[in-house]
């Protein structure tokens, strides 16, 4: 990608207040979530978590351009002033976040790669964090490099499905979010099997808890939960 962008994505789980309000109290409230999340960033998508994981329901992705080295700041600033009116609903589970650069190991860009700021999306997005081992850049270069070409092959193999790495070396757990879209999750979990059977997977120190979500328009994921 030519400029930088910060991806955030926040998953969330409802409230037991939510659910003790009356249906007419939580479809007001899904109304406002529904009118606020758009503003959240340059682009603002909303999927359900639930049922594919237990302990959220829902996640909002915002992409915003970030080149302005202010753009994190205020993006942080305003999602938590906006989220607060959304406590008594909606606790926060997690967060996983990051900004986009070019990649040391693949030059030029890819016909996979995932564009968070265009309008239509897919029907499933999987994200995780992704935390390399000390071994791994005790490596030199050129062994790193051999043992990446091996996983874009592999990717490659799989051109229908879009991929998204962010980095946040320093700025969470975590030194990358990787992001998939797909239209086919079991198709999806054979490249993923096929990626665990490299030589590079025995320096990875952890890549959970992964949140397969599942896209819908907002309004229609919204008012699947009144």
Known sequence: MSE????HYAVFSFT??????TAEERRSFLKQLGTE?????DRVFLYNIFPTRSEGDVMIWSALRAEDPQAAG???RSFASMSVSWRQFLKPVNTLWGFTRPSVYASGKSSQ???PLQSERGSYLVVYPFLKSREWYLM???ARQGMMNEHIRIGRQYPEIRQLLLYSTGLQDQEFVVV???EDLAHFSQLVTALRDTEGRKYTLRDTPI???IYAPQEKILSGWS
């Open 113 to 115: 790669e995932l564009d």
């Open 211 to 213: 949140y397969t979500a």
């Open 74 to 76: 205020n993006f942080f």
């Open 140 to 142: 030199s270069k050129d």
């Open 180 to 182: 998939y879209e797909t």
């Open 37 to 41: 999340i758009p503003g959240l960033a």
């Open 4 to 7: 930088r962008q910060l991806n």
């Open 16 to 21: 037991d207040s939510f659910w003790q309000h």
